[in-house]
């Protein structure tokens, strides 16, 4: 835990109790702080009165009596339109900040030369974040790793001289963190998403560009016009940044022993991460291993075990027809696992790559529509289960030709039909492929 000492004596209104806010809650109150904490949820409330937080019903508290609202990233703070908690802060001139600001504040009173570096981007900010913090450890540095890939940045340990914190952000955490300031900060990309917190693509980007703006350092992706625009900006104000694109740099770095980092979207990633590292201080020797030795996200273009020739890749993640796209266009002998709760477009958009399919294997609701869609070009079955498809896929596999079989299960639909989630989803899948005779060299999950 982070004690928040900068807000110590001061009353802090907070809102939201899940896993952040409750973090949130804790350590400003271990620095101090008088806390008055609230959320629209009866039972989370009481949860958090159970837990030691004091509770107090924020629609008739004294505002002016407040320094600061604390607000959870899930809470709206601007669009459909602004919470509650926030038009009432407003009303009475209380700051609204997050708990990447209190950590800012935090870092800057106890250890401001700290290396902080700082992850968004709207794709593959999670395994960059991972990354970065894999090869830092694998070289044996200090490393806490949290923020919106997990662990609450307010329950890590503080900042402190030679500790690393890589904390992955979202555009809701950059938003409620007004003075951002990290060490190095990164911009992987910026593509449409979450505009119904954010109103139009140009203010999501202009947000996701404040990661970077107050950075001692910045790393930027320039292989959208968003994100080039950001590092242009940067540049023309004299400030240091270092650009990344696939296209240009693509030969620069070598991951024929990273199986993880497969697919041009992790070639990103890992670029992004070998800049970091670099500046880092890290050697070249350093971040290789780093980079080979990463075993990548559970249920994201996940290695999880080889038979023979035949590889099994869990990418359960991969929820609709993008981002499947991504892990089928890192493989040639494919034995794909497709299928659940379909979505708007189902799979048409993958039709460039059917040729890479040997076979597929559908399941759940989707299996007709998906099956339609494939007709004649790709051989397939409807095996209804995942069980079943791990299985028939393992078999034919098995009996494939190529120097490298894949069983891929990259659904391109939602989970909901069968599993409440995609981590359960994905968890089955490597329990089905455990399951599986003769299975060999299991690859580290992370």
């Known amino acids: 835990m982070i004690p928040i000492t900068t807000a110590k ?21 271990e620095g101090g702080a008088t806390v008055a904490a609230w959320d629209d949820n ?8 159970a837990a030691g937080i004091p509770a107090v019903d924020l629609r008739t508290a004294d505002w002016a009596a407040f320094d600061s609202l604390v607000l959870a990233p899930g809470v709206p703070l601007t669009h459909p339109k602004p919470h509650w908690t926030v038009d009432l802060a407003r009303a009475s001139g209380v700051e609204v900040i997050g708990d990447i600001e209190l950590f800012c504040r935090e870092r800057r009173r106890r250890a401001p030369d700290s290396p902080f ?57 950059i938003d409620l963190a007004p003075s951002l300031d990290p060490a190095v900060g990164v911009l992987l990309n910026i593509s449409p998403d979450h505009l119904d917190r954010h109103g139009t693509i ?36 004299g400030k240091p940044v270092v650009t990344v694109s696939v296209a240009r740099d693509r030969a620069g770095i070598d991951l024929s022993n990273a199986p993880a980092l497969r697919g041009d979207h992790n070639l990103q990633n890992a670029l992004t991460a070998k800049a970091v590292c670099e500046r880092l201080g890290l050697s070249a020797s350093e ?16 290695i999880v075990a080889r038979k023979g020739h035949v590889a099994f890749v869990n990418d359960s993640k991969a929820t609709n027809a993008d981002a499947a796209e991504k892990s089928l266009a890192s493989f040639e002998t494919i034995f794909w696992i497709a299928g659940g709760l379909p979505k708007q477009g189902g799979i048409a958009p993958l039709a460039s790559l059917f040729g890479r399919i040997a076979k597929a294997y559908l399941i759940g609701e989707a299996a007709p529509e998906f099956a339609a869609t494939l007709g004649e070009d790709v051989a397939y079955e409807i095996s209804r289960t995942l069980a079943a ?37 994905g968890e089955a899948f490597v329990n089905a492929v455990m399951a599986l005779d003769g299975v060999e060299d299991k690859v580290e999950r992370s």
């Open 9 to 29: 004596n001061r009353k802090t209104a907070l809102f939201g109790l899940g896993g952040s806010g409750m973090a949130t809650a804790k350590a400003l109150i």
């Open 42 to 49: 009866p039972d989370t409330v009481a949860r958090a009165m």
């Open 202 to 237: 140009e203010l999501y980007a202009a947000i996701k560009g404040r990661l970077v703006e107050n950075a001692d350092y910045a790393v930027c992706g320039i292989d959208d016009a968003f994100s080039r625009g950001v590092a242009d900006a940067l540049s023309h104000q």
């Open 117 to 173: 570096i700082a992850i968004t981007g709207t794709n593959g900010k999670s395994t960059t974040t991972a990354l970065i913090a894999h090869v830092l450890r694998s070289s044996e540095r200090d490393v806490e790793l949290g923020g919106n890939i997990g662990t609450p940045v307010l329950a890590l340990k503080p900042p402190a001289k030679g500790r690393f914190h890589v904390v992955e952000c979202s555009s809701y955490q």
């Open 389 to 425: 498809a791990v299985d028939h896929a393992a078999r034919d596999a098995e009996r494939s030709t190529a120097a490298e079989a894949v069983v891929l299960l990259a659904p391109a639909a939602a989970s909901f039909d069968q599993f409440p989630n995609f981590e359960r989803r």
């Open 287 to 302: 971040i290789a291993a780093g980079l080979n030795g990463f075993p990548g996200l559970a249920h994201r273009m996940q």
